[in-house]
């Protein structure tokens, strides 16, 4: 086993969650050396051709880790992780934080056809598809913004992949109702923690609304200019909203969170050029930090 490849415990994690050899195109080469070298490539963040030998052709990999990103095969072997740690016990939904990370954009990850994707071999688009494929262009120059969501044990609950030059704001919803655990015992999803924590980006009237309305409890302190125009408006403007600075402190979960994102190089710099490839990138990393004990 070569250095950040799946451990035998890891592996026996993950196997039951693959799909099955079905279909006309043959059987699946080994599932297992197969995704040890899409994990060599994103830990490194090497060309897909520069893959070593002992993983196979790298045309295996590359076409499997992109077939799995379009038809969202790895966000449901994501869930089912998920599911798996949630029987467990190990999700804390006390409290979840949010926050986003913006990763540099190769010059490698700019220049796709403005032209819908298509999954290979069948008809319709993938899930994560795109029309922008997520790269912005700011001062720093080309780049991509994470959004997730976690909790205290620096593993994510959900993924949102957006332009680097998108407000955190407005991206607070979608990233909320991409929390979807699945119940093994049937019945519908977990997907609202009971207490969630955020920087003052997050700070707006319709965040905290929807807030209150899913009846989660919030730590969000109160930008500046919105402290003054509530003060400004006297009688009319609400109760202060309250913060809790001893809450605040677990905001810290979601920093170390994407600090160990981007120990995969493939994450800390895209060098994918479609959206749902590096969404699918960015997934397997998170994968990847479910399945360690």
């Not at 050396?33 to 052709?57: A, E, H, M, S």
């Amino acid at each position: 086993m070569g250095r950040g490849d799946l451990s035998d415990v890891e592996w026996a994690r993950l196997e039951p969650h693959l799909p099955k050899n079905v279909g006309r195109g043959g059987r699946w080469k080994n599932h297992c050396t197969v995704i040890n070298g899409i994990l060599f490539r994103q830990r490194t963040g090497i060309p897909w051709r520069d893959l070593p030998t002992r993983y196979g052709k790298w045309k295996t990999a590359h076409d499997r880790h992109r077939r799995w990103s379009a038809d969202g095969t790895w966000d449901r072997i994501l869930h089912n992780v998920q599911a798996d740690a949630d029987a467990e016990g190990q999700i804390d939904w006390s409290v979840v934080s949010v926050d986003s990370t913006v990763c540099r954009a190769h010059q490698h990850a700019a220049g796709a056809r403005h032209r819908p994707a298509q999954i290979p071999g069948r008809r319709r688009r993938p899930a994560q598809d795109r029309p922008d494929e997520a790269v912005g262009r700011s001062r720093g120059g080309l780049t991509t913004k994470i959004h997730l969501a976690s909790y205290g044990g620096c593993r994510p609950l959900s993924i949102l992949v957006t332009p680097g030059q998108w407000g955190d704001a407005p991206q607070l919803i979608p990233v909320l109702d991409r929390i979807r655990v699945p119940r093994p015992a049937g019945g519908r999803p977990r997907t609202r923690p009971d207490h969630l924590c955020g920087d003052k980006a997050y700070s707006s009237r319709r965040n905290r609304c929807y807030l209150r309305r899913r009846q989660i409890r919030h730590t969000i302190p109160e930008r500046r200019d919105q402290r003054a125009n509530r003060r400004r408006r006297g009688s009319h403007s609400g109760r202060p909203t309250s913060f809790d600075r001893m809450q605040y402190v677990c905001r810290n979960e979601v920093e170390r969170t994407i600090n160990a994102f981007k120990g995969s190089r493939a994450v800390a710099t895209r060098y994918d050029k479609r959206a749902y490839v590096f969404h699918g990138t960015v997934t397997l990393a998170a994968i990847r930090l479910w399945l360690r004990p």
